[in-house]
């Protein structure tokens, strides 16, 4: 009778051999061998994704040595997990060796050198993006073009996105590699056209052989910048160059985004990545810790993550908090240190107590409206929804009366702002996208 065990651990000296490390951690390390029963091997995996690629690239192997081992014909059969990855932490850390020409084509495409596959942590809310961008890093231009990664603020986009640079100027160090946030690529298509160098800025963002652009929820309101975009896509993609792009929402969110190029963006596979659990979070700040050479217990670590929920940025940001107050301090870092350094920022936060005014300009940032018709009288649906939202927080998180906010508002009665409020609490009982519109609005207010 095989052994499933014995089978496994072949199987994976095989996979760690034949593969790279990244990739290696994605598939393999996210796998677990669940039985054997009749010749059948059943395998868990993390995502529908990771399904298809298994079947697709990594299951002959099975059946190869499945057959060599045993002598009968092993099938894999695959299932899909729904619980937490257990044990996170014990993601192997191979460090890939990466060439200096491949460091230099790196610095060139912009890519930031900490962004990269192996300094990124897999959670439950990011496995199957983690996936994607392996997937499109190691086989551009064909499976998913364009992957189109959306989430919230703060949560791995643009690491992922950068991670799919290194890795594949990795695999082909020559390769052309472009990253640009979508406020790069408007200001050089202006520029392009003052200065009559069309030509060039063509040259540039349709030679490549895979285009990042960052943030594109900022074409919402540039016209010619999406014509041009559009133009770009089209381009690269009949040409099988791989585009990535990332974005605080759907494409079809994004307001006055064109639609053919939502219909475009529709062309690839869109996967959101959601904030980390607790467990990820301890990683994360794990990884970081040891990163930088920090002597830091593990129930500190997990105070820390307990702390901050769902912002990876503000997570790194409170560990290199505590470790500046442990400096000051001279002292090492314990819990009852963080717990002291974390409070007195959150007093400094309650002193600086919140403006309608600040309000009122991150929700017309994010909705892409204007101040002025955030607080003036258009009922228009774009307009109307997010003046709702603006009072609803400016009710909830300052301690402003109703005729103030009323005031603040363009003078509306204090009954408009109670109507509002009562309408946005209303709906956040049951539509999912208002509650991430308002708390992306939150996490915007609290950085
Ligand atoms: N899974 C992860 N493992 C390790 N570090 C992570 C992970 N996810 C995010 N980070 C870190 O958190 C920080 C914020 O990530 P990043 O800038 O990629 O977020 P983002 O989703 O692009 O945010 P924004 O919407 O503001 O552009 C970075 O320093 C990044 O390295």
Redesign the pocket.
């Known amino acids: 009778m095989a052994d499933i065990k014995y089978i496994w651990n072949e199987l994976v000296a095989i996979y760690r051999d034949s593969l790279t490390a990244p990739s290696f951690n994605a598939w393999i390390e996210q796998a677990t061998p669940i039985s054997l029963i009749n010749n059948d091997l059943t395998i868990e995996v993390p995502s529908a994704l990771h399904k298809e690629y298994w079947e697709k690239n990594l299951s002959t192997k099975i059946v190869e040595t499945g057959f060599k081992l045993t002598g009968s014909e092993i099938t894999p059969i695959f299932t899909i997990k729904n619980d937490i990855i257990e044990d996170i932490s014990a993601q192997p850390k191979m460090e890939p060796i990466i060439s200096d020409i491949t460091k230099e084509n790196s610095k060139k495409a912009l890519l930031n050198p ?2 990269t596959f192996d ?5 439950k809310g ?1 496995q199957m993006a983690h996936a994607a961008a392996l997937v499109v890093a190691d086989d551009p231009g064909s499976t998913y073009n364009p992957l189109f990664f959306y ?10 996105m950068h991670a799919i640079g290194h890795q594949m100027l990795i695999n082909n160090p020559n390769a052309k590699v472009k990253y640009v946030s979508s406020e790069t690529f408007a200001n050089d298509f202006i520029n392009s056209i003052q200065n009559r160098t069309s030509e060039s800025f063509r040259q540039e963002y349709r030679n490549v052989d895979l285009l990042l652009v ?2 594109i929820q900022f074409f919402a309101d540039k016209e010619g910048t999406q014509e041009e975009f559009f133009h770009t896509f089209n381009s690269l993609y009949n040409d099988g160059r791989q585009i990535v792009l ?1 974005s ?1 929402r759907l494409p079809n969110e994004i307001p006055k985004l064109q639609e053919r190029l939502v219909s475009r963006f529709a062309w690839g596979l869109s996967v959101d ?1 959601t904030p ?1 659990d607790l467990e ?1 979070r301890i990683a ?1 700040l794990r ?2 810790a040891n990163a930088e050479h920090l002597e830091i217990p593990d129930d500190t670590l997990s105070y820390i993550a307990g702390q901050i929920d769902s912002n ?2 503000e ?2 940001g409170a560990l290199v908090r505590v470790q500046a107050f442990a400096t000051m301090k001279n002292e090492d870092i314990t819990t009852s240190l963080a717990a002291d350094s974390l409070k007195t920022l959150r007093s400094v936060g309650a002193n600086n107590q919140l403006s309608i005014l600040s309000i009122q300009e991150k929700v017309c940032e994010y909705y892409h409206i204007q101040l002025k018709d955030l607080k003036g009288k258009k009922r228009v649906k774009t307009i109307v929804l997010p003046r709702q939202i603006a009072m609803y927080l400016s009710r909830e998180l300052t301690d402003n009366s109703l005729p103030k906010i009323g005031a603040e508002f363009g003078g509306k009665d204090h009954t408009t702002v109670i109507h509002s409020h009562e309408k946005i609490q209303q709906l956040l009982e049951t539509d999912t996208s208002i509650q991430k519109e308002i708390n992306d609005i939150k996490n915007g207010l609290s950085n």
């Open positions: 900490k962004y300094t990124f942590v897999i959670g990011n989430g919230g603020v703060g949560l791995g986009k643009t690491h992922l960052d943030d990332t605080d990545i980390p990820t994360i990884k970081k990876i940025r997570l790194e």
